[in-house]
């Protein structure tokens, strides 16, 4: 997408060749003679940055930019004089303008002005966006598995205080699928000393492997066949701030070398370029598979895994909790109440039962979206036993056990053991013919990724039936 400039110049020849030249480059450029008309064109055509003359033959350059900012606060205003005393700068950068430029211009050192300009706002952007987001649920519970956690977290961001240079360590946090590791690692985040600055998180899985390392490193205008303009990767967005990667353990090991490069050297280097940039960047990850397992299977690199886990936090699973899983959905409950406009009290004490006895494999993901759907559901005071049993989303405890979906206890060791090649190899054949040997559909029912089930595949020589030989 280009990006749109708009020219507020009354020199015409001058306003010309800034449109034809920076046209070439792929922006899309309009031109207003004076300042009534320019800041019409503010209005109409929503330009990402304003080229402003200081002197136009109707207004103050000054005064036009003030009311620019009105009309649209976040544009980027570069002012153009041919009166470049230091004094007129400083008035300039004080009324908003992002930078000034002497005339006569030099269009190259324009485009670069502009590139730069343009690139902080693509940070800037990405930035209000996540620092929109609230800093996060708060870490919720009173069980000894809660207080401990929030008493690690009150730990780390102490010493990070005391830290005199440098980001800290790399936070890894493991657990279950939805038992809250984007909320510690908000909670690291938010209760630091880079609480102010930006929290950027990317979820691992979720980017196709060949987009990844464009998206965390960046590129160059030419790079690749899309890249018709330079962008900023994430860790660029991130200096002095925190890199969340969710879903680490998805990540392609042709890509982990990179990665570790820039938590060892603390530089990075956008695709395309040859020269690297130093980065302020506090890395925490997160992953609900077994790093130490992948790095047997030769999936995962050692010294990433090493360089990662320097910091270990574990996120409990709801099961664990007690007597919490009552007091959470009590907290969204009430949440949900406000959203709903509804009165409901609470549960009924046979309603709590039930909530304690299930199993919750989805975790605290699954007890709030659960208790949304019970609220939205609902047109009683409180919520009873029966309206938990005629939900559809509710499973007992019993009955997630016998379908073996969550919980530890469901599975018995025989007595006389059991040989775990044997048994991964069943599940993981019985998935695939489940699925009609689909590898993504068989991988989401496992639990694994893609890369991780092909690897399975090779190694038990599990293959499809010819009909089916298509993956």
């Not at 598995?145 to 440098?166: A, P």
């Not at 590791?181 to 980017?207: Q, T, W």
């Not at 997160?286 to 910091?311: H, P």
Request: with cysteine; glycine share 8%; net charge positive.
């Amino acid at each position: 997408m280009s990006h749109g400039i708009l020219v507020i110049e009354d020199e015409p020849t001058l306003a010309k060749n800034i449109k034809r030249y920076l046209e070439g480059y792929q922006y899309d450029v309009r031109i207003a003679a004076n300042g009534a008309s320019g800041l019409r064109e503010v209005e109409a055509f929503k330009p990402d940055l304003v080229l402003l003359d200081l002197q136009l033959p109707d207004a103050d350059g000054i005064d036009i930019l003030g009311k620019i900012k009105k009309i649209d606060a976040p544009v980027i205003v570069i002012i153009m004089t041919a009166h470049g005393q230091i004094q007129t700068a400083v008035d300039v950068m004080k009324a908003g303008a992002y930078d000034f430029l002497s005339k006569p211009l030099v269009l190259k050192e324009l485009r670069v002005l502009l590139d730069a300009a343009i690139g902080q706002s693509r940070i800037q952007g990405a930035l209000s966006y996540y620092q929109e987001k609230e800093a996060g649920e708060t870490l919720l519970g009173e069980s000894k598995e809660m207080l401990n956690l929030r008493k690690q977290i009150d730990n780390l961001n102490r010493s990070e205080q005391l830290l005199t240079e440098g980001a800290p360590p790399a936070v890894l946090i493991t657990g279950e699928t939805g038992t809250g590791k984007e909320l510690i690692a908000r909670a690291l985040h938010y209760g630091g000393p880079r609480r102010k600055m930006p929290f950027i998180e990317v979820n691992c899985s979720s980017i196709p492997e060949q987009l990844l390392e464009a998206e965390l490193f960046g590129y160059e205008r030419g790079a690749f066949t899309d890249a018709k303009e330079k962008k900023c990767g994430l860790f660029e967005a991130a200096d002095q701030g925190t890199l969340f990667l969710d879903e680490i353990g998805d990540i392609h090991i042709s890509l982990q070398a990179k990665l570790l490069k820039a938590l060892e050297e603390k530089v990075i280097r956008r695709l395309g370029s040859l020269r690297e940039k130093k980065v302020d960047v506090r890395i925490i990850a997160a992953t609900n598979q077994s790093l130490e397992t992948l790095v047997r299977d030769g999936r995962f690199r050692s010294d990433l895994y090493f360089r990662l886990n320097m910091i270990h936090i574990k996120s409990p699973p709801l099961r664990t909790l007690g007597r919490d899983i009552l007091f959470l959905a009590d907290h969204f409950l009430a949440k949900q109440c406000k959203r709903y406009r509804k009165k409901i009290k609470g549960f009924t004490p046979e309603a709590e039962k039930l909530l304690l006895s299930h199993a919750w494999p989805g975790n605290v993901r699954e007890l709030r979206n659960f208790i949304e759907q019970l609220v939205f559901l609902s047109e009683r005071e409180s919520i009873r036993a029966e309206d938990i049993r005629l939900n559809p989303g509710f499973l007992k405890r019993q009955e997630i056990d016998k379908k073996g979906a969550g919980g530890a206890g469901q599975f018995h060791l025989p007595a006389e053991g059991i040989a775990m090649e044997v048994v991964e190899r069943h599940f993981v054949l019985q998935a695939l013919e489940r699925t009609n040997w689909n590898v993504s559909n068989a991988a989401k029912l496992l639990g694994f990724s893609r890369d991780t089930l092909r690897y399975r595949m090779e190694k038990y020589n599990l293959v499809p039936p010819p009909k089916t030989r298509k993956l």
